[in-house]
């Protein structure tokens, strides 16, 4: 295990549905992170929560939504989505300004959105 | 913008070879790059790092290089393993967030 845990790890709902996805490390890291994995695309970093600033990317529609109530748990909340947001989505943690900037992911959630 | 590079076509080796994989990139200056190993279903596993100002680096089997003049980097693995079947992605950064890759498949076969 990596020291940070995702759950569920299946979702399966529907476009009305609203749901949250969860993450805790158990690092003691300083920075998370919501990244987005599609087939045959690379990672798309979603959202970054850190001591000093919360990163958004700008082209991850509003309908996800993320929430960061302390440095060792990460929510992503979702509401209204549609087919194309299928995919996997990982949490990672990273101790920020660390000399290897190593990223420690989550097993991820496979959403599938029927 | 910003492109990182990898093989989308999968990498099929025979056991004991040496596998290669290269991260090309554009339009980027990184601080460092790194390599992670990812396995169906399950989230990247960080394995190496190297920053701008070395050339390479080396761990067990695995071997990286990092040129900034061709904006490339090569990771090999000796003595290939069927057990070092998965996908393989590159990420490069300038700050902490790391910017990835989608990866190249490589398949050992024994």
């Known amino acids: 295990e990596t020291g940070v845990t995702q759950t569920p790890r299946h979702l399966v709902m529907g476009m009305t549905n609203k749901k949250s996805l969860k993450c805790e490390q158990h690092?003691?890291?300083?920075?998370m992170y919501w990244y987005k994995q599609s087939a045959k695309k690379p990672l798309e970093l979603m959202f970054v929560?850190?001591?000093?600033?919360?990163?958004e990317n700008n082209s991850v529609p509003s309908r996800f939504s993320p929430e960061c109530p302390n440095s060792s748990h990460l929510f992503l909340h979702l509401h209204t989505l549609q087919p194309e947001d299928s995919a996997l989505y990982l949490c990672a943690s990273s101790q920020a300004r660390a000399r290897s900037n190593e990223a420690f992911f989550g097993q991820g959630t496979r959403l599938t959105v029927v | 913008s910003q492109k990182i590079e990898q093989n989308s076509e999968a990498l099929n080796i025979q056991e004991g070879k040496t596998a290669t994989l290269t991260c090309n990139y554009t339009n980027y200056s990184p601080a460092y790059l790194q390599w992670y190993r990812q396995d169906p279903g399950r989230g990247p596993v960080f394995l190496l790092l190297?920053?701008?100002?070395?050339k390479e680096k080396r761990k067990e089997r695995l071997k990286v290089t990092f040129d900034t003049t061709l904006k490339q980097s090569l990771f090999h693995i000796t003595a290939s393993q069927p057990a070092d079947s998965a996908t393989y992605l590159c990420?490069?950064?300038?700050?902490?967030?790391?910017?990835f890759g989608r990866g190249t498949s490589l398949i050992v076969h024994p």
């Open positions: 690092l003691g890291h300083n920075a």
């Open positions: 929560y850190s001591l000093e600033e919360r990163v």
């Open positions: 190297i920053r701008e100002n070395e």
């Open positions: 990420a490069l950064g300038g700050s902490y967030i790391p910017t």
